[in-house]
């Protein structure tokens, strides 16, 4: 059944034109301000080696560094206060940009285009949830996320996408990197709410029973989120018989969500960077488990599924089916943003690379971006089958 299906991939798409980005190889790895110039020149260079073509360092994640502000002089926030009568503390990342400016001497060296990967909506800083913890998401027993640990995870502290300030915090973090000279864009992880339901797959390990929605998983409750709903149908959230299974106050959310992220993508691209996405394997179990209806965000140029297929008990060949799924939501919302379709290392055995790639480009995925470097690097002869493997990749997608 494999090879039968290889043949007939092989031969779509040697039939089939298809844009350049068709052929880019993409991977997410991790940075830090601690590395040093040997290790960043070891990661860059094997990853040109290999054929990967831009990289999504992660310059901002569940535990980001902190840095002393340099000087007395660096700019003030407005994220308390958008009209900027009453400015808040300095929330400048100065480590997030300090990884960026590490990293871009050798991705220029290497000839990789280098995208800073960031936490959005979960974020975990110490600064702002001592300053603000009024922003952030309170679930139906009215917890806020900051008293409680999420499934035993001490990074699962997540904004509200309905309150303003959150929206001009991101912008303002966006913003500071997307003016760094050499960055080709920025990308946005984690814009979307707390699980409601967790991926099938890890229920188990995870030790958690979700036959359906429960209300300590169920966000956001908080003020501004009943407020907003009130105004537009009269109704609190928390007077619904079953909030869970109320249309309007599921759209609410996944429309505050597209909200959020629409406007933060715009503020990259006012700075001429491409704004992109990671976003949960389908549109479906998106809209599902954590209240993401990504193909209505706009203003995002690329979609980073992650289509990590094990973690929904899912078969290997449901690759293709969630790629394709993407692509045709993509585009029956009049969404101009491309795919490309994510999918884990560990999920992907070496001998099987390029099954696994052929099920993304058959389903319509502009290029394949895989996680993640490191992942790649403490595999065992995973460098050398993946070059080979991209490098047909490649040659494959010429044949139009």
């Not at 992109?276 to 488990?289: C, D, I, Q, T």
Request: with cysteine; proline share 5%; hydrophobic share 40%.
């Amino acid at each position: 059944m494999k090879k039968l299906f290889l043949i007939l991939a092989m031969a779509l798409i040697s039939c089939t034109p298809r844009q350049d980005n068709t052929k880019k190889v993409w991977a997410w790895m991790v940075g830090k301000t601690t590395m040093t110039e040997g290790q960043w020149d070891y990661y860059f260079e094997k990853a040109a080696d290999a054929g990967i073509d831009a990289i999504l360092l992660e310059c901002h994640g569940g535990y980001p560094e902190v840095l002393e502000e340099p000087s007395a002089t660096s700019n003030v926030s407005t994220a308390a206060n958008p009209a900027g009568t009453d400015p808040a503390p300095d929330f400048r990342d100065h480590a997030a940009i300090r990884i960026i400016q590490n990293a871009l001497p050798f991705a220029q060296k290497y000839g990789i285009e280098l995208h800073a990967w960031i936490w959005a909506i979960n974020r975990t800083e110490h600064s702002l949830r001592n300053a603000h913890p009024d922003w952030y998401q309170v679930n139906a027993l009215g917890e806020s996320c900051l008293d409680i640990k999420l499934y035993n995870r001490e990074h699962y502290r997540w904004l509200c996408p309905s309150r303003p300030e959150t929206v001009q915090y991101l912008k303002e973090r966006v913003a500071e990197l997307a003016q760094i000279k050499g960055l080709a864009g920025v990308h946005l992880d984690f814009i979307r709410y707390p699980d409601a339901i967790l991926p099938y797959g890890l229920h188990e390990s995870r030790n958690v029973v979700q036959d359906r929605v429960y209300p300590q998983w169920d966000f956001c409750y908080c003020d501004t989120c009943r407020a907003c709903f009130k105004a537009l149908t009269g109704v609190d959230p928390l007077d619904l018989k079953d909030p869970t299974a109320d249309e309007r106050w599921m759209q609410y959310r996944w429309d505050a969500l597209s909200a959020v992220t629409s406007e933060v993508c715009a503020e990259i691209k006012k700075y001429g960077k491409v704004a992109s996405v990671a976003v949960f394997a389908s549109p479906e179990e998106s809209r599902k488990l954590v209240r993401q209806d990504w193909p209505r965000f706009r203003n995002v140029d690329i979609f980073f599924p992650m289509i990590y297929h094990k973690f929904y008990n899912w078969d290997d060949y449901q690759v293709l089916t969630a790629t394709r799924e993407g692509v045709q939501e993509l585009r029956e919302a009049g969404n101009n943003g491309i795919l490309c379709s994510g999918l884990f290392v560990g999920h992907v055995p070496q001998d099987r690379i390029m099954e696994f790639m052929l099920y993304t480009r058959t389903g319509g995925s502009a290029g394949i971006c895989f996680f993640s470097v490191e992942n790649i690097d403490r595999t065992y002869g995973y460098w050398a089958r993946l070059k080979s493997d991209i490098a047909q990749f490649k040659e494959d997608g010429e044949s139009k």
